[in-house]
């Protein structure tokens, strides 16, 4: 497998971000839903010491594989995609990449308009970004869970999409980011078929 894109698939790095991100954001889901569910005390504070932590990271994460995404080419989607359905394609993917910018700076900013230092896993600090705030706190944080309902919603888009590639129109959009995915006969011949070839 290779480590750098090419114009017809994904390479090690890219697939290892993707999966990365994937693994993360369903553990933030999880300890975002455990903290609403927990009376306040020490448990809840660590759940959300934990989240926080892992907002920030999701952060770096996403910087990274967007500064990798534009030093790689990006694999062409199929032709047999209409011009509506590509467009609709690269919308979703850059929804993604804005929800997942938006949420951990919101909720970094909000953590730092309530007075409250983000402690990255107990061993560092991380600089507040604004003053002690707490309309803007709140504000935040709203948004902050109004963004988590949104990820939600392109992510079940993201993964319909996918899925629709693989079983219905045939061709290697989810095999290649796969972690170990590779094009096959099968696809390529389904792929040539659909399109009249």
Do not use: C
């Not at 902050?144 to 045939?170: D, K, M, S, T």
């Amino acid at each position: 497998m290779s480590i750098r894109n090419t114009n017809s698939r994904w390479g090690g790095v890219s697939r290892f971000l993707h999966w990365l991100v994937v693994a993360l954001v369903v553990v933030q889901a999880g300890l975002g839903l455990t903290g609403k569910a927990l009376p306040h005390g020490p448990t809840l504070f660590t759940v959300i010491g934990i989240h926080k932590s892992l907002g920030i990271t999701i952060l770096a994460v996403a910087a990274l594989r967007l500064a990798w995404r534009w030093m790689n080419p990006v694999p062409a989607l199929p032709s047999t995609l209409k011009p509506h359905e590509k467009g609709i394609a690269r919308l979703t993917h850059w929804a993604l990449y804005a929800i997942l910018f938006a949420m951990p700076l919101t909720g970094w900013i909000s953590s730092s308009a309530h007075g409250t230092a983000v402690k990255w896993f107990g061993l560092f600090e991380v600089p507040n970004l604004v003053g002690k705030n707490q309309k803007l706190s709140m504000l935040l944080l709203h948004t902050h869970e109004w963004l988590a309902l949104g990820l939600g919603l392109v992510v079940v888009l993201h993964i319909a999409a996918a899925l629709r590639h693989h079983f219905v129109l045939g061709d290697d959009t989810l095999r290649r980011m796969l972690p170990a995915g590779e094009a096959s006969p099968e696809g390529a011949v389904a792929h040539s078929r659909l399109s009249g070839r």
